[in-house]
């Protein structure tokens, strides 16, 4: 039997294995992710000169997982040794056993062609359930057989070509760290123009531009392509080279370019000083103009906070450095950050950072708790954090919890509730007193992967009067199905409830669907109960391409195409907003090729997403 990652996932990371961690990352629907215009899709992928290594960033302290540097800003999360020898394609940072997976996903039985994999990979949007984006991650970055040849590739099949797609799209997903972290695997001679431009993408995310802009005069030396010299007009500006910046936008403009990335030439003349007009959107973005964008002072467009892409939420959340610090308002910044932070785009340490100054920017400190709890806003969020943090007493602090946990659900944000507060309720203790919190307490613990820790509230939970509802909870999160669900404890289940008639059989109808999908041995009787109410399939359902795709993949036992035709059914959706049959296909599909731990918690965050 393969080894399964449990049910305690990594929220924001189960990274490695031959590659040491030394920080994890913690992880509206999702926008479109835009092309970058600096890792070109059709580039040749012939070597580059080697650069020059970047100056070396003061590690940070690598206490528990997830350190953040100074102002939530990634340090290295890698300490990289050699794994099992492997194509650079097949390259990576955790080898298969403990991520849980074969080490030959994509070559199992009939092999993957290498174009079809590349394609399935570029397709895939970044996920807003944590365990979505934690399978979705490790396959990205395993250290595996990589896709057969046969097919071709976007790029006409050369070696590399895989790696440059897997890293094309940790960059769109956000994963900076990882990013480097591949590229640096890969001999400096070896490099190609792909991953040297993704590594400076990162570095500039990451407000690193320092070390970025060395890597770039390096590569001028050695190829004047556009992408360069674009990005050395923000080295210039960044060294107070303002006339050569602004001479150097002028070539560009005479090229032609400026009809091709508006937004760089729109910000470069900004920052040169010149009178531009109000931007009015953020069309096709490349992570060169959103990081000058950053720092350049002018407003964000409105509307685009509602659904960034994962690595455009993460440039807008984070800080920069020096001249390239960001000018963005504080609660902007943190509004942003939520958005990175569902799509497991930015860690929790610096969610929370971002929440303290949005805090100390703001006017809500001091609203009373009730208020609170019914403002669905983020500056809200940010105050029930900090006044959560506050509390002396674990009385205080369950209450504060308690009403942060119902105003993240008025804002459809369980699962980022979960991630946030997690830790925090594991310091709890489990005691009589604390019984009406129980619930609350177990379904955090349970949506944030701490599932050990969630069963003793489970207990409390269910010696309470109301116990019956998470009686069921518990029989999704742990039970081995030895014997099928009960009518009584169905019959118990609905009468614990509370709502309108509809919402109850609308929840009920989800119930059992994640049961079933988990193994649960449901009676058909049980189904039938809902034949006489209005319950219907009402979330997002996938294309026939997309479903029979992957009822093909998981009954054929293909790991990575399983894999990333289930992230091409969840689209990138909230797990709320996906139909009962697109979970049921999901979840199943999961199982069929073993990964049943990942199921289950895909099921269980399911559940409570949805008010279960």
């Not at 940790?170 to 480097?180: A, F, P, Y």
């Not at 989800?510 to 988990?518: E, F, N």
């Not at 790991?559 to 979970?583: C, H, N």
Request: proline content about 7%; charged content about 15%; hydrophobic content about 45%.
């Amino acid at each position: 039997m393969m080894r399964q990652v449990g049910l305690g996932w990594a929220i924001r990371g189960s990274l490695v294995a031959g590659v040491m961690v030394i920080g994890v990352l913690a992880g509206g629907p999702a926008g479109a992710q835009q092309p970058l215009s600096l890792v070109p899709a059709d580039q040749g992928g012939a070597p580059l000169a080697a650069p020059v290594p970047a100056p070396a960033a003061t590690p940070a302290p690598t206490p528990p997982p997830s350190a953040p540097a100074p102002e939530g800003n990634r340090a290295s999360l890698f300490e990289v040794k050699d794994l099992r020898p492997l194509t650079i394609d097949g390259k990576g940072l955790i080898e298969p056993g403990l991520a849980g997976m074969p080490g030959d996903i994509w070559s199992d039985g009939t092999p993957t062609s290498r174009r079809f994999a590349e394609r399935l990979i570029a397709a895939q949007m970044a996920q807003q359930v944590p365990a979505l984006s934690d399978l979705q991650r490790r396959m990205l970055v395993l250290n595996s057989e990589p896709p057969a040849q046969g097919g071709g590739s976007a790029a006409g099949g050369k070696d590399g070509s895989f790696l440059e797609a897997r890293i094309r799209q940790l960059l769109l997903l956000g994963n900076t760290e990882e990013v480097r972290a591949l590229v640096d695997l890969v001999p400096a001679q070896s490099r190609s123009e792909v991953m040297i431009l993704s590594q400076v993408n990162s570095l500039l995310i990451n407000g690193d531009s320092e070390s970025a802009c060395a890597i770039v005069r390096q590569q001028l030396e050695q190829a004047a392509s556009t992408p360069w010299q674009k990005a050395m007009v923000y080295c210039e500006y960044l060294a107070g080279h303002g006339d050569g910046a602004a001479m150097q936008t002028g070539l560009l403009r005479d090229q032609g370019e400026a009809e091709n990335d508006p937004l760089f030439f729109w910000v470069a003349e900004s920052l040169s000083g010149l009178q531009v007009l109000p931007l009015e959107s953020l069309k096709d973005p490349t992570p060169l103009a959103a990081v000058m964008l950053r720092s350049s002072g002018k407003p964000l467009p409105t509307g685009v906070l509602v659904s960034p892409p994962a690595w455009l939420a993460r440039t807008l959340a984070l800080s920069g450095q020096g001249a390239a610090s960001s000018k963005i308002d504080p609660l902007m910044r943190a509004v942003a950050g939520e958005q990175a932070f569902q799509r497991a785009a930015l860690s929790r340490e610096a969610l929370t950072g971002l929440y303290d100054k949005a805090v100390q920017a703001g006017k809500l400190s001091a609203s009373p708790l009730e208020t609170l709890a019914a403002d669905p806003s983020a500056a809200a969020t940010a105050a029930l954090w900090v006044r959560a943090k506050a509390q002396g007493s674990v009385p205080d602090q369950a209450q504060v919890v308690a009403k942060a946990w119902e105003q993240a659900n008025s804002r459809a944000m369980p699962l980022l509730a979960a991630s946030l507060y997690g830790p925090m309720v594991q310091t709890m203790p489990v005691t009589p007193d604390l019984g009406w919190f129980a619930g609350t307490a177990a379904r955090i613990l349970l949506a944030s992967g701490a599932a050990e820790q969630a069963r003793p509230w489970l207990k409390l939970a269910q010696s309470q009067s109301n116990g019956a509802q998470t009686a069921l909870l518990d029989r999704l999160a742990f039970n081995g199905f030895s014997s099928g669900l009960s009518a009584d404890a169905l019959a118990a289940w609905r009468k614990a409830q509370a709502g309108k008639s509809e919402d109850i059989a609308r929840r009920e109808q989800r119930l059992l669907t994640l049961l079933q999908a988990v193994g649960d041995r449901l009676d058909p009787g049980l189904w039938a109960d809902l034949w006489a109410t209005s319950a219907r399939d009402a979330g997002q359902t996938p294309s026939a391409s997309r479903w029979q795709a992957l009822i093909r993949a998981a009954g054929q036992k293909h790991v990575g195409e399983t894999i990333g035709l289930v992230m091409l059914v969840a689209d990138g959706q909230p797990v709320a907003a996906l139909s009962d049959g697109a979970l049921s296909l999901m979840i199943d599909s999961l199982r069929q090729v073993g990964l049943t731990a990942d199921a289950r918690a895909l099921a269980v965050q399911a559940a409570i997403a949805s008010g279960l």
